[in-house]
Every structure is written in C-alpha cells, then in structure tokens.
C-alpha cells in the first residue's frame, strides 16, 4: 500500500483561490490547527468554507475570517466569533446558516451518493426559504441538498499509513462525514502507525477516503 | 431569596425523570445538571458527539468538552459519536426532553431563540434539530428581557427556531404549559401574585383551577 504520508511543506499545492473545503471541529475541538494555519500563512483567498461553526477568533478556522480569506461561509454557528457576524451584517461575507443536524446530513449526502435528505427540522423557519417540501404519509420535511467539497481537511487522533484513522472523543464531530465528501481529504494526525497497527474492527474512517497524512506529534 | 436561573434550573430539573435522555442548551438549561434530585439517573446528550456528559470540570481533556465548550467529563456507560449520529439520536426520538433558553415564546408553543435581524445573529447551531426531535420541549427563561420587556407573547415577531414546537416554559415567575387553548399557568413563585405575573407576560393566560406554588423552590 502507498505510504500516503506528507509533511506539511508540502501541503501548499492542495490550496488554491476559490477553492471549497470542508474544515472538520467543532468550536475547535478536532480542528486540524497546523492545516488551518497553512492556508492562513499561504494567503489563500475567496474560500468557500464549511464548517459547524467559527470557532473564536484566534482558534480554529476563526482566524480564516479575522483574516477576510472567505468569501462564502456555510455553518450553523457564528455567535462565538463575533468578526464573523460584523463581516456578515456589513455584507462582506455571504453567510448560509444550517441547523446543525442538517449540515451534517448534507455533508453525509455529499459523500453518499444521494440526492438530498428530508428533514421536518426547519419547517415554518426562514430556513425552508426557497426549498422544495415534500410532504410524506401526512409530515412535511424540506428537502436539503448534498454539500460536496473540493478538499476536506480533518482531524484525528491516530492513523496507520493507509490513512484508516481513529478519532479521539469530542473530536470527532464532523471529521468522518467530511472525510466522505470532498475530491481531496487531508488528515491531520497527532500518531502515525504502520500499516496493521490499527485493529479493522476500530477503524472509524477507512484508508480509502484519506488521501493525505500529516503528523504533528508520534511518526 | 434564591436568584432567578437558580430558581428556573431547580424547577425544570423536577421535570425529568429516572432513564431520561435529556439535551441541556447553553447558559442556563446547563444548570439543570446541578439540581437533579437523588434517585433520578438521566443520560445528558451533548450535541457535539456524545452521550453521558459528566459535570463540568470533572475532567481538563481538551478533546472532551460539552456543547459550550467547556471540558467536562464522561459517566461510565457514555458513548461517542459523530455529528450524524449525534443528530440522528436527536431527530429520531430517541431524546426525552431538551431544556432551551428562549428569547421569546408565544402562546401557540412558537420558539424564538436564535437571531435578532441586524443585531445579533448567533446561528441556530443544533437547536432547530432539538426542538423538532425532543419528545418534550422545555423553555428555562428569565420571565423578561434585561429591558423589562415581555418574552412571553401571543404572537412571536423574532425568526422562529420552531413552530409549535414548545410543551412547558419554567420562568422565576411560574410554570406554564402550552395546551391547545393557550397558555396555562400551572405553578406561581411564592410571594409572586397573579397579577405581576399578567402583567410581565404579553399574551393572555389561563389560570388553572389548581395554580399551586412553585415546586422545590422554596
């Protein structure tokens, strides 16, 4: 198997203008931090970013809007980083708001293969706003869309070189559900093992869908 | 005389009951885990990918926080999980009750909870999701705004989190239950008349004809 194994030098190709990405975490719990700062330091811009949320300003993908580099933002919170909702309100950033539940059902769609989930969460909100309702044995649910991205950045608390990963407890969030959606899934480990190191049975994302390891820690 | 959310936290934690799976929002619903009486063992869902939330500060692990961020632990027989399944436990029915702050609330059970257009948008993060999964909605709200104003209402004019959606709001004023008719008070703070109560709530109630005081409030 192909040692898939990078250091984080060499992740600058991955990033480019305009792009879509995924960032994994959740206030910044299992955000891939040297991975977010890579993009800082290389001064990507017009970023399409999905994300549970925005995390504070100086943790997580919070510094990818101090810094204006996104254009786009789809998450379902914004509260704890208040540049976020300035940006918003001043128009500067275009903000898409998704209930949680319903971010993470479209980021599983995106890497599914389905065409959309149905959700009753919503209806009667402004989120049903400009989507469809189906209405099925008598509820109403909005239809919602797949979410797909060009690259995933995740992070994880262990992988083996083949990229199968383990996650560690709250840090898990919305990793493996990105790791499914994107062109390209970079994992941010902070353990690297070899290739059989890792029990199958406690493979929580397989090798298949990792297509790049950075370690910061144990390699 | 006991402060106002500590008031609220001890009443609403009277609502649960032994075998529950309970979702507590941020600020105030958290306090709910301080006051669960003895003999009650509920499972706290947190939304960000677990279930089994300890108290917090039983732990410094920062890969182990609860919904607000704050480290917290795990009780023995707790499980993780990602966002989906976190979700999927939450819309499925599988979450008895979910304890929500409120910004307003009217008396067709409608939730306003998560903007203010042009002031104050925080995003609606996992709420939307709880209030139309949770077998039983809770809403744990001072009774009025910093401004004196009502968040009681008949109709509410803030985006909603839900319609419909809200079974009982615990306020340091009183207990009220949406029930088809409207809103009915159920529970009076002691030393609170019915009156002050009309007059700081900006919908009509109903006074149930077995108004009692406040429970384990005093």
Request: with cysteine; glycine share 12%; aromatic share 2%.
């Amino acid at each position: 198997m192909k040692n898939k194994q990078l250091n984080i030098q060499q992740v600058s190709e991955y990033f480019k203008d305009g792009m879509t990405v995924m960032v994994g975490g959740f206030l910044g719990v299992g955000t891939p931090e040297r991975l977010v700062n890579a993009i800082s330091n290389q001064g990507i811009k017009n970023i399409t970013l999905i994300t549970n949320d925005t995390s504070l300003p100086d943790k997580g993908v919070g510094q990818l809007i101090v810094n204006r580099q996104v254009k786009k933002l789809v998450a379902s919170h914004i509260g704890t980083n208040p540049e976020t909702g300035k940006q918003m309100i001043a128009k500067e950033l275009d903000v898409e708001l998704v209930p949680q539940g319903t971010l993470a059902e479209r980021i599983r769609c995106g890497g599914s293969g389905l065409g959309g989930v149905l959700t009753p969460t919503g209806v009667g909100t402004i989120v049903e706003e400009n989507k469809q309702k189906i209405c099925v044995d008598g509820r109403v649910y909005l239809l919602e869309k797949p979410l797909h991205a060009d690259i995933a950045l995740i992070k994880a608390k262990k992988a083996d070189k083949a990229g199968n990963i383990i996650y560690d407890k709250a840090a898990r969030n919305f990793n493996p559900l990105m790791a499914m959606a994107a062109d390209v899934v970079i994992a941010e480990v902070n353990e690297l093992v070899e290739i059989g190191e890792i029990v199958p049975d406690e493979v929580m994302t397989t090798g298949v869908l990792v297509d790049k390891i950075i370690c910061v820690e144990a390699c | 005389m006991m402060k106002a959310k500590e008031q609220i936290a001890r009443r609403v934690a009277m609502e649960l009951k032994d075998g529950d799976v309970v979702n507590l929002g941020i600020g105030l619903p958290t306090m709910v885990a301080n006051y669960i009486p003895k003999g009650i063992d509920v499972m706290l869902e947190s939304e960000n990918g677990f279930i089994g939330l300890g108290a917090v500060g039983e732990s410094t692990d920062p890969n182990l926080v609860n919904a607000g961020g704050q480290p917290c632990g795990i009780i023995p027989g707790g499980a993780m999980f990602d966002s989906a399944m976190s979700f999927a436990l939450i819309r499925g029915g599988h979450v008895d009750v979910t304890v929500l702050g409120g910004l307003q609330v009217d008396q067709k059970g409608n939730l306003a909870n998560w903007m203010i257009p042009g002031k104050m948008v925080p995003g609606m993060g996992g709420a939307m999701d709880l209030v139309i999964g949770a077998k039983k909605v809770i809403v744990a709200m001072e009774h009025c705004s910093k401004d004196g104003s009502a968040k009681i209402l008949n109709c509410c004019n803030l985006p909603l989190t839900g319609k419909g959606v809200v079974d009982l709001i615990v306020t340091e004023l009183g207990v009220f239950r949406v029930i088809k008719e409207g809103l009915l008070l159920e529970e009076i703070a002691q030393g609170v008349n019915i009156e002050t109560v009309k007059n700081k709530t900006g919908a009509d109630l109903i006074i149930s004809k077995h108004l009692i005081y406040m429970k384990n409030v005093s």
